[in-house]
């Protein structure tokens, strides 16, 4: 146990190592995360962004902004909070299934700096990952002293919790449910009368999460899964014809309607209408999740280790590790520990109880990496199941002592090449954006054209001014219809309206339009905010 604390210290020390200086590097990165955010900071009950849209995410980032009024500042908070959280239980993870201490540590590590922790956006994935692999951790550590009615229970309410977060795991929640039921059933003559009361605290809590924010699943914004079906259908629709995707929403969804007709919404609309389709769409979406897993692993446990050294050397000096690690595998001894290997059937249960929706999602829908993620933990499971079973040949010059100091070292020098790199610092354009716009004390509510969501860190309440909405060719007629008064152009603001005309002569005139003009940040953009606001 005293191992694992020690572990525990050296993984937290290397995540304050990964985000210390998180602001300096890492530029804010607009989407799904800054509605979760934006969700946060106006957090209530009853809450009104519907039970799809993360309550219990929100709520997350409702509690710490107690502590951390600024939005900007609560946004790097809590991308750096998950990306720690993850690599510790990830290395408990590990542990709880008896893998060797160096092998979990340096695993955890290469995980804690892989691109698909820290990068992953939006973050409300990391969430219910840190959520399901502690879960897994803790049914592993203590899967000779519970009950298997309790594991499941617990995988059960678990489930619950991440559908308040990402709906989908629901399904979780359902299956769960189901098979702790049977394990009570089966069980019923070993249960004492405390586990009654832990039977009634999970109704009891399965009811409140109901009542407070109903159910995630079959409520709320109910398009939200069919439009995202949409969405993705298109993109691998665009790859299939070798065109560019379309750069909006609403441009998407009128293509897939134009390809799968306006009676298909879903896809089991899409099965019925289209099967040809559907199940083409399927397949790809299969062959893209392979491809992807794979890419992924080699990127965790390869590329992580030697990222920023991109020598041919590197290759060569992997190859070396990679021939003497086999050549010192006794292999006689390795299949015999894996025919005499015990397989935790229902553990392994667990685990896939808790990560099918990811699995189903990155099938029907797209495999996007906030999936992929999910997709890791059962990777893990498996490597941890064969490196469990690995049996060495002993070399009389590589005691356990020269073992411990070539693996410290080796860790003391990754960490030292990190805490280096991540001291750089690097163009933020979009945070740079928010602190100058956030220093504005407008003297009239602002009214925001924007396709971003910069909205979301003003102090003051606006207006959000959706820039399609815009479809004439004059666009002082449209500022002035709309009463627009704050236009932040980023580069993406410029790009879109580049070729357009009307804001090409607005631009031109914007002084005598009553706007004036202000530098954001050094990267190029601009922000139109109109005199009286100011």
Not at 4 to 23: D, E, K, Q, R, T
Not at 209 to 217: K, M, Q, S, T
Request: charged residues 15%; proline residues 4%; glycine residues 4%.
């Amino acid at each position: 146990m005293r191992i694992n604390w020690l572990g525990f210290l050296i993984i937290l020390i290397a995540g304050v190592i990964l985000v210390h200086n998180l602001s300096a590097w890492k530029d804010v990165e607009f989407g799904d995360e800054t509605t979760y955010l934006g969700s946060g900071l106006a957090f209530s009950i009853p809450f009104k962004g519907g039970a799809q849209w993360g309550p219990l995410y929100a709520a997350w980032y409702a509690l710490w902004h107690l502590f951390i009024p600024n939005a900007l500042d609560l946004y790097y908070f809590n991308w750096g909070l998950l990306s720690i959280l993850a690599g510790l239980v990830v290395f408990l993870f590990f542990r709880s299934q008896a893998l060797p201490f160096w092998a979990s540590l340096w695993l955890a590590i290469l995980f804690l700096y892989s691109t698909q922790n820290l990068p992953l956006n939006p973050k409300i994935s990391i969430a219910p990952f840190c959520l399901i692999v502690g879960t897994l951790a803790a049914i592993y550590f203590n899967a000779q002293f519970w009950p298997k009615s309790f594991q499941f229970l617990l995988v059960s309410l678990i489930g619950l919790v991440c559908a308040y977060i990402r709906p989908e795991f629901y399904v979780s929640f359902l299956l769960g449910l189901i098979l702790s039921i049977f394990w009570i059933w089966k069980e019923r003559m070993l249960v004492h009368k405390a586990f009654w009361g832990i039977i009634v605290t999970f109704g009891v809590l399965v009811v409140l999460l109901h009542v407070l924010f109903e159910n995630p699943l079959f409520s709320g914004d109910s398009s939200r899964s069919a439009v995202a079906f949409q969405q993705h259908f298109i993109v691998n629709y665009s790859a299939w014809q070798h065109q560019p995707e379309p750069s909006t929403i609403e441009a998407q969804l009128k293509l897939f309607h134009q390809v799968l007709g306006d009676d298909v919404n879903t896809f089991t609309d899409a099965l019925v209408h289209q099967p040809s389709w559907a199940f083409k769409h399927v397949f790809t979406n299969l062959v893209h999740t392979l491809t992807a897993n794979l890419h992924n692993v080699v990127d965790t446990f390869y590329h992580t280790l030697f990222r920023g050294w991109y020598s041919p050397w590197r290759t060569v000096l992997a190859g070396i590790f990679v021939i003497l690690g086999l050549s010192l595998i006794n292999y006689r001894n390795t299949w015999q520990n894996l025919q005499k290997s015990p397989f935790d059937l229902w553990g392994f249960i667990a685990l896939i109880v808790l990560i099918l929706p990811t699995l189903i999602a990155t099938l029907l829908i797209y495999p996007r990496t906030h999936y992929l993620v999910f997709h890791l933990i059962l990777i893990l499971w498996l490597l941890t199941y064969l490196l469990n079973s690995l049996s060495f040949r002993k070399i009389a010059l590589w005691p356990v002592n020269a073992q411990t100091i070539f693996l410290t070292s080796a860790l003391v020098l990754f960490l030292g090449i990190k805490m280096w790199e991540y001291h750089q610092p690097k163009p933020t354009p979009s945070a740079d954006n928010v602190r100058f716009v956030t220093k504005i004390a407008p003297k009239t509510r602002l009214r925001v054209l924007e396709r971003d969501w910069y909205r979301v860190f003003l102090k003051e309440s606006s207006d959000w001014i959706h820039v399609e909405e815009y479809t004439s060719k004059n666009f002082s007629n449209f500022v002035k219809e709309k009463d627009v008064n704050f236009i932040l152009m980023t580069h993406d603001m410029q790009a879109y309206f580049e070729k357009d005309e009307g804001f090409q002569t607005f631009l031109k005139n914007h002084s005598a339009e009553g706007f004036t003009k202000l530098k954001t940040n050094s990267e190029g953009d601009y922000l139109l905010i109109k005199k009286t606001v100011l």
